[in-house]
């Protein structure tokens, strides 16, 4: 397994476009969760699935994002009209997510997908 | 709410020892520590999940008071691969939100030669 894959890893757009990426979990992994990260702060949360269920979705997130899981596998993550202060980096990550194992729920991050809106 | 942590960064010479310092104002489930260095991907270091446990990964170290809601990561002689940024990350009890993550802002490690 070659871990988290996303894609693109990088995205410069204009204001107004839509963007979309991409993320391969690791295969045995039943969750799988997207973040945001811009300069100098910790990821924060945007939304997580549980196979193919979006279980949560941040409530900082405008209607303009969307994620899909639709078959519990890859995620697809869109933003519509982006604007500048969509510029960051986006990160996915994934876990295997086993209530009867406390701690079982380590998050293996990907690499991110950097999004630049001119 | 998203955790605090402290310093914001810390600047050592090799060999020097480093704390970093967690705190919520939620009760915390458990506590993750990540690493990241700069353009890559966050790193899991370790987890806690018992009041008072403390982890070891070989000389970096965790403690985790669920009384005092708080985390500290121990480096100890300290290598230039330590170098990065540091976050832990809350995690919740229960409901959809389980296994979900709130990372601090982090704190920004330099080792020195």
């Known amino acids: 397994d070659t871990g988290v894959s996303q894609d693109p890893r990088h995205k410069i757009t204009k204001r107004g476009q839509n963007v979309t990426f991409r993320c391969d979990p690791i295969?045995?992994?039943?969750?799988l969760y997207w973040y945001r990260q811009t300069l100098g702060q910790g990821p924060e949360f945007l939304t997580y699935?549980?196979?193919?269920?979006?279980?949560?979705k941040s409530r900082l997130l405008s209607d303009r994002f969307s994620a899909e899981r639709p078959k519990g596998s890859f995620s697809t993550l869109e933003i519509q009209r982006t604007e500048q202060g969509d510029s960051a980096m986006y990160l996915c990550?994934?876990?295997?997510?086993?209530?009867?194992?406390?701690?079982?729920?380590?998050?293996?991050f990907g690499a991110g997908s950097r999004l630049t809106v001119l | 709410q998203q955790p605090v942590q402290s310093p914001q960064a810390v600047i050592l010479r090799e060999g020097e020892d480093a704390v970093i310092n967690c705190s919520s104002s939620k009760a915390l489930y458990s506590v993750h520590w990540y690493r990241q260095k700069h353009g890559e991907a966050p790193v899991f270091l370790m987890i806690?999940?018992?009041?008072?446990e403390q982890k070891g990964h070989e000389k970096i170290s965790a403690s985790f008071n669920e009384k005092k809601q708080q985390s500290s990561l121990y480096l100890t002689a300290s290598q230039l691969s330590y170098s990065g940024t540091y976050f832990c990350g809350s995690g919740n009890a229960g409901g959809t939100s389980y296994g979900k993550l709130t990372f601090g802002q982090g704190t920004i490690l330099t080792v020195h030669p």
């Open positions: 806690l999940l018992k009041g008072g």
């Open positions: 295969s045995e992994h039943n969750r």
């Open positions: 699935f549980q196979n193919e269920a979006q279980l949560e």
């Open positions: 990550a994934s876990s295997f997510s086993d209530r009867g194992l406390a701690g079982a729920n380590v998050l293996t």
